[in-house]
């Protein structure tokens, strides 16, 4: 009886041993199914698709910088305009004190008072950046000139400034308000269509 039930265990134990593993035969069968030529060209085509996804990515974040750059500009073209529009609200103002200061200097009354305000007026000006065109004794030049006198002198060159009406001033490299000026010409036509000369 005890030989008989070894037998059977032996026979059992060489049967379990010798059963094939289906796992590794499947994996094995699987690689069996691939050439290197067609695991190579999968693995181009992995390549190519992680390209693709790279680039898209490239343009994406391009297209994100090119926007903030638009932004950050479109803001920062608002608040110069805003503060163009102000200033030259605020230069009538100044226009003003200096033509009170003139009439208070030739009626020899005391201006301290004035020059102190105008001292911080041109103080506010040169923080925020305004600076005046000068314009006496330049050749006219209309993008920073508005000419609205002429005289007729053959002494001074041609569209020559002889004269300041209003102070023009440029903010952040633009012209916010052009300097009225008097502009010289060396012989102009009357009335009657003869040359004048002077």
């Given amino acids: 009886m005890l030989n008989e039930d070894n037998s059977d ?28 030529e067609e695991i190579q060209e999968l693995l181009e085509k992995e390549k190519q698709k992680s390209q693709n996804l790279e680039n898209k990515l490239k343009l994406a974040l391009a297209d994100f910088q090119n926007l903030s750059k638009k932004v950050q500009s479109d803001i920062e073209n608002g608040v110069n305009a805003k503060i163009a529009q102000f200033m030259i609200e605020f230069l009538t103002i100044y226009d003003d004190f200096t033509r009170a200061k003139e009439i208070f200097s030739k009626d020899e009354k005391d201006i301290t008072g004035l020059d102190s305000i105008l001292k911080n007026m041109d103080s506010l000006l040169e923080k925020n950046n305004i600076k005046p065109i000068n314009a006496l004794g330049e050749i006219f030049n209309p993008n920073y000139h508005e000419a609205i006198s002429i005289i007729f002198d053959p002494q001074l060159d041609e569209n020559t400034i002889t004269k300041e009406i209003r102070k023009g001033y440029i903010s952040q490299n633009r012209v916010i308000r052009p300097t009225l000026v008097e502009i010289s010409k060396k012989q102009g036509e009357t009335k009657d269509g003869e040359n004048n000369r002077n």
Avoid: A, G, R
Avoid at 18 to 23: D, I, L
């Fill in 9 to 36: 265990e032996i026979s059992i134990k060489v049967e379990s041993e010798t059963e094939p593993n289906s796992k590794d035969e499947t994996m094995e069968n699987n690689n069996e199914n691939f050439s290197l």
